[in-house]
């Protein structure tokens, strides 16, 4: 979850004016993309330990992770630089000042970062976005990929959102995600693809942006049990251009919310450690369709 509201209560809407949180309001931060509308015509440990979620409740559990051999995937990848973003950061909350710097986002002022949100039983957004980030660098490397991260662990703070893009466009990256979950209404279900708007930097990438996002969303239907969002975007996808991670960019890049984890069955998907591997093999899956078509 990313923006400038960062409430656990989820998102409410581009914020008119800068929110600034201090002191242990920090620690409460959600991840907060907010429901703003498109333009109206606007950085490796174990992951922590989660129960699987039931195969009853919300899918049924794969019987393996994915294969052994990347096939395919080694024609498309091999010597691609990859650019993958893990929202926000475990020691974010411990840092509020420097998360509450403000940086310009490419259109406005925004914060630095957020903690990021979490769910009801406290697992973190930060944690899941490294896990998955973590998986997916994994596959990558072995199809053959560089790969470049925005952080190297989930111990640390930030770094700002604007220093996040500069790591992936100095890269080269040839194509990059933003991982990250969403804090949205408890009754709210589903996964949201956010695609940039032109604004300047990103001029050159907005239509590969919108492919990538189509095969990122696409990839999501197929291979996880996560719906499309039935409280933000249409049909899984949304324009944003409030996000300094799409506002910058000078790669073709999207920004996933794979689902929403104040919502309990989404939750027990986006804490178990298969389904994050399910959800890395996925975004693979989509990296392969969208450079072996040529970007």
């Known amino acids: 979850m990313t923006g400038q509201r960062g409430h656990l209560t989820g998102r409410r809407g581009l914020a008119a004016g800068l929110l600034i949180v201090s002191g242990i309001g920090a620690a409460l931060a959600g991840c907060s993309t907010g429901h703003a509308p498109g333009p109206a015509s606007a950085a490796s440990p174990a992951p922590p330990t989660a129960s699987p979620a039931p195969a009853t409740t919300a899918g049924a559990r794969p019987t393996a992770s994915r294969p052994a051999d990347p096939g395919p995937a080694a024609t498309a990848l091999a010597g691609q630089t990859i650019g993958i973003d893990p ?83 100095r890269a080269g990256a040839s194509v990059a995600l933003d991982i990250h979950a969403d804090g949205g209404p408890a009754w709210g279900r589903g ?87 399910r959800l890395a093999h996925a975004l693979e899956t989509a990296l392969v369709t969208f450079l072996g078509a040529g970007h």
């Open 191 to 277: 996964f949201t693809v956010l695609e940039p708007v032109a604004d300047g930097p990103n001029d050159g990438i907005i239509t590969s942006s919108q492919r990538l996002g189509n095969d990122v969303r696409s990839a999501l239907l197929k291979y996880t049990s996560m719906p499309v969002s039935n409280y933000d975007g249409h049909d899984g996808l949304i324009s944003r251009n409030d996000l300094a991670g799409l506002n910058l960019a000078t790669e073709p890049k999207v920004l996933i919310e794979c689902g929403n984890m104040r919502n309990a069955t989404d939750a027990q998907l986006l804490t178990a450690s298969w389904f994050q591997r």
């Open 87 to 169: 929202g926000h950061n475990g020691g974010n909350a411990a840092d509020p000042s420097f998360i509450n710097s403000i940086i310009w986002n490419g259109r406005q002022n925004e914060t630095c970062d957020t903690t990021g949100t979490q769910t009801d039983g406290g697992y973190t957004e930060a944690s899941f976005n490294w896990n998955v980030a973590r998986y997916l660098r994994a596959d990558l490397r072995r199809a053959g990929a560089r790969v470049v991260m925005t952080r190297h662990s989930n111990h640390g703070v930030g770094p700002c959102v604007t220093s996040r893009a500069r790591i992936l466009n």
